[in-house]
């Protein structure tokens, strides 16, 4: 069964970059993003290491951890984060799992449980790990994006889309389309106007079930 929306995500030891882990001990009470990449020493999977790296300091404005996953070796990892550096300008300063044996490739449906890595491999023989989870501080998934090979990821639309799950856990709001922070925002339907009123004072009433306010 593949891992779904509010799911709690599966625990794991495993060796990283920055020593061993358990994964929902090293999350402790940060969001987290775990993101993963089929192979080191590729060209996509480069730029979005360097840009991982690059927002630093947004992941910890906002309380998040980040962590990487390839099917690569720690030694690998570590040779490929001075390229990562190279290319970037940034160091990388978060962990990044090696999944030689695909367990956590397998625990989080990025490969089915009979997939195997040949002598000689390729990243096309681990194509679909290319994928991108949130995970709150309640260890729950609470976003998932899968990327074909060839598409770089946006890592801006990711912060983004945190920063619209962080919102709507604090405030218990929605968001529309192309939200960004300081935009109004969209009240569920099930708050009653007079509870909206009362906790969000005014907001427009576009539709009778799309409620906008802003969030003070």
């Not at 799992?97 to 990025?110: P, Q």
């Amino acid at each position: 069964m593949s891992l779904r929306i509010n799911a709690t995500v599966p625990d794991f030891d495993a060796q990283t970059s920055q020593g061993t882990i358990r994964f929902h001990d090293w999350i402790g009470d940060s969001w987290a993003i775990l993101f993963s990449h089929p192979k080191d020493f590729t060209p996509v999977c480069t730029t979005e290491f360097g840009a991982v790296a690059t927002l630093s300091d947004e992941w910890k404005k906002r309380g998040t951890k980040v962590i990487g996953v390839s099917v690569d070796g720690v030694e690998d990892h570590k040779r490929w984060a001075g390229d990562i550096a190279q290319y970037s300008g940034s160091q990388v300063d978060f962990p990044i799992i090696a999944d030689e044996g695909l367990e956590v490739s397998k625990l989080f449906d990025m490969l089915p449980e009979d997939a195997y890595l040949p002598d000689g491999r390729t990243p096309a023989d681990s194509a679909t790990v290319r994928s991108v989870f949130i995970i709150g501080p309640d260890k729950k998934l609470k976003l998932s994006m899968t990327y074909p090979m060839t598409v770089g990821r946006n890592f801006a639309e990711i912060l983004r889309a945190l920063d619209a799950l962080q919102a709507t856990v604090q405030h218990g709001i929605a968001t529309p389309a192309d939200w960004t922070v300081g935009q109004d925002v969209i009240i569920p339907p099930s708050v009653s106007d007079d509870d909206a009123k009362a906790k969000f004072g005014d907001f427009d009433a576009v539709l009778p079930y799309l409620r906008k306010t802003s969030l003070k």
